[in-house]
């Protein structure tokens, strides 16, 4: 009998569900909410205000597209955290509501995990998936992390950021040159138009394999400053340039980490996931890294990389086969890493 599962995804300003037969996708519906763009960055009551909006007509619509009834559905996988609780809340209220109706078996699924396990989700029975064990460059807008995967069920951190993530990198220095949130696609755009080795941020020494991306912030911050104090028009005569220079520098860091670790476990199989591996430039340099190191680099469709159900759906459908289902007593939670 075929194996269907349900993913719900509420961590943050997506509401998402998926519904995925025998491992392959057979719908993904995201409702993003656009009501936080006036403020600067998701704001928590009206993300969870939103989900409650929009969880019955996403999750009816999933189950729509996918061309089957509610009771063909074998278990219902949900993010369980980490994430905003107040959204959280609702897709785990939902799930727990529908698994107690339909009386089939609920996947509590760990946001992070989800976004590492994306390779898997297949859009044909024939879709190539990474070889265990691989490596996995996390980057988001609340995590940088560098994850070794050796199955679905067993990861470790090997490095991570000690303050700011990528993403709030790309997000803090575009609000300093006055650009949208979140500014990470917005640098991505300028950046394709300007010169990169125009302006030069600073970049940490931090031993290990440990990120920061603080210092960059501030280097930003000041030489956009004293630069501004002699012109007033500096960021908007140059944005295409600082744009591109900041993106390398974002890069660069991440790069010389992740390319440590690939040279300290010897791992063949290199991956990139969440919201901040849609940039460009990461792409680029993740598949050059790859062809001149002769590894495998898997780098999801843009899709896949921000909020998705089609990750929950199948991480949890690992668990399911794990039979590793959850207890409907188990709360959401705010914070974890992998
Ligand atoms: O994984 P994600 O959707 O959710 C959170 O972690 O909240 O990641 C969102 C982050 C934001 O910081 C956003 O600016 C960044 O991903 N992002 C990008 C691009 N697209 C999204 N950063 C750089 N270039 C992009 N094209």
Do not use: W
């Amino acid at each position: 009998m075929s194996v269907i599962i349900l993913g719900i995804e509420s961590s943050c300003d997506d509401t998402s569900a998926a519904v995925i037969k025998d491992g392959v996708l057979m719908s993904n519906v995201i409702a993003s909410q656009k009501v936080h763009e006036a403020y600067g960055g998701v704001v928590p009551e009206l993300a969870s205000r939103a989900h409650q909006q929009n969880i019955v007509p996403v999750v009816s619509e999933a189950i729509r597209q996918a061309g089957i009834e509610k009771s063909d559905l074998s278990a219902i996988a949900f993010t369980r955290g980490p994430g905003l609780l107040g959204s959280l809340l609702v897709g785990t209220s939902f799930a727990k509501g529908l698994a107690l109706a339909l009386d089939i078996p609920l996947l509590d699924v760990n946001h992070l995990h989800g976004h590492v396990l994306s390779h898997f989700v297949k859009e044909s029975p024939d879709s190539e998936v990474p070889e265990f064990p691989y490596l996995c460059l996390l980057i988001s807008g609340g995590n940088s992390q560098i994850i070794r995967v050796d199955s679905p069920y067993k990861m470790e951190v090997l490095g991570q950021t000690i303050d700011d993530a990528a993403g709030e990198a790309f997000d803090k220095c575009a609000k300093v040159m006055g650009l949208p949130y979140p500014g990470g696609p917005f640098i991505d755009r300028l950046a394709a138009e300007g010169d990169a080795k125009r302006f030069r941020f600073s970049k940490p020494h931090i031993a290990g394999l440990d990120y920061s991306f603080s210092g960059l912030k501030t280097s930003f911050l000041y030489t956009l400053r004293d630069a501004k104090a002699e012109n007033p028009n500096f960021i908007e005569e140059n944005k295409a340039d600082l744009a591109a220079s900041l993106q390398k520098t974002i890069i660069d860091i991440l790069m010389d980490k992740f390319s440590k670790a690939v040279k300290q476990t010897g791992i063949k199989t290199i991956a990139i996931g969440g919201g901040v591996s849609a940039n460009s430039g990461v792409r680029n340099a993740v598949q050059q890294y790859a062809d001149c190191h002769h590894l495998k680099a898997f780098i999801p469709k843009r899709l896949f990389t921000t909020d998705n159900a089609a990750m929950v759906a199948v991480a949890g459908y690992f668990k399911y086969l794990n039979k590793d289902f959850c207890d409907i007593s188990l709360p959401p939670f705010a914070r974890v890493t992998v």
